[in-house]
């Protein structure tokens, strides 16, 4: 019997687990998907918002700003990348000038801290705002972060703390007996006093599972283009548009490493995996983008991709407790930034019922993650002289080495698949997206995991790589 089952492995499964490490709990994550961040929690603009904008005293507002907060304690424990390089909405006429300047007060509700700049002074600290911006709000404390690694530290912390984690295992129905719930997948079934439901898009199917069905999910897409790396100076601010009802508009911001995000666009759809994209959506991606920007090097689109936002009928997170079943649902943007927070309340929420002790083994540190391309060329020496295989470059787009794939594979939670790999040490992120380095990290993968390489999966289990092999004869 289990004390409490997390479902889903999003960035807000993943807070939870590892919030609940520090109790002596048996603790199972299960997820349909064959890796842990998969979803929605890996197809974002990697914001750690300010919280300036949601309504205060509603849940988007309290957990923003409280998650914003833990942001340098928890990327420190677990190693993961992350910048307060602050945000700019910026107004480009009039009208918008005084939208942002009413924004303020908000602020001081939510407890933000903010500034309204004026033009010269957008400009002095962000030159490459377009030339029609005429002022900006200013919010120092907003970051970005790499949503990737978040999850996997997240969930290797969890599981060297003791969590149990089960991939590729999709809860089909939930049965609630005296003081335990019965969850079932399609071939096994788990026992547990406690059930957390952070199943994303699919939390009010999940809720419906045990008769919770106040609200529902509708899933909102945003695309995404995608800059490489450039060595010229560019934009060093998360630079917002004026937020409308749609959401927070179409954004242009650095990430951790170095390459550009522009979008996402804002509508809803129907089918809760489509995550097609468009040109006529790209395409106004570019103008808004341009409004904000001048001179995006457009030339420099190396990808596009689209996310799917949870967003629910009640238009705030919906967080609650009913008999032992707690909720995490609508987690919508700002979602990534509020998940340590709500990952806290959460586990509040779990010992309310069960009322754990404290885990005194608990340590809330990741062992340290290699980054060959951040290393100085004597610190790489050093490591190449203690582990060659530091000195054989993968990708040679991302500097990456086999030693950083190797080690990616061996932790716990590790890569399983070639986007395991990506997503943990950024093979095939970057110009030849993987087509130079796919090869050899099937190649590695194979012999990691003792694997066939025509076993070798580029993501999902069915999605084999290799059909047969084309030489048999000359084995
Ligand atoms: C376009 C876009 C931009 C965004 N930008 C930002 C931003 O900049 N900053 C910010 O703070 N937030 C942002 N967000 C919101 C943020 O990404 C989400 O709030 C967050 O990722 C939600 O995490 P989650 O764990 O709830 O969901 P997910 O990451 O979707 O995780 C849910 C998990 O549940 C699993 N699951 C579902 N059903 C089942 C089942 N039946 N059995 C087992 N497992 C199941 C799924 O496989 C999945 O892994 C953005 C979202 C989008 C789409």
Known sequence: MYDVIVIGAGVIGGCVARELARYKAKVLVLDKENDVGNVTSMANSAIVHSGYDPKP????????????????LLTKELDVEFKRIGSLTCATNEEELEIIKSFVSRANDNGVEVKILNQEETRKIEPFVSDSVVGSLYAPSAGIINPFELCVGLFENALDNGVELLLNEEVVSIERL????????????FETRVVVNAAGLYSDKIAKMVGIDYFNITPRKGEYFVLDHF???????????????KGKGILVTPTTHNNYLLGPSSEFVEDKSDLSTDKPTLDNVRVNASKLVKN?????????????RATGSTHDFIIDERDGFITLGGIESPGLASAPAIGKEAVRLVNSVLHLETNPYFNPFRRKVIRLKKMSIEERNDLIKQDPSFGHIVCRCEGVSEGEVVDCIRRNAGARTIKGVKKRCRPGFGKCQGGFCEPLIMEILARELNLDPLNVRYDSVKSYILQSETKEGDK
């Open 178 to 189: 005296t003081n335990r719930f019965v969850v079932r997948t399609k071939d096994k079934e």
């Open 231 to 245: 060595e010229k100076p560019f934009v060093s601010h998360v630079i917002f548009p004026v937020p409308s009802e």
């Open 57 to 72: 005293g509603t849940n988007k507002a309290k957990y923003n700003v409280l998650g914003n907060k833990m942001y340098d």
């Open 296 to 308: 995006i090097p457009f030339n420099y689109i190396i990808r596009q991709f689209s996310g799917l």
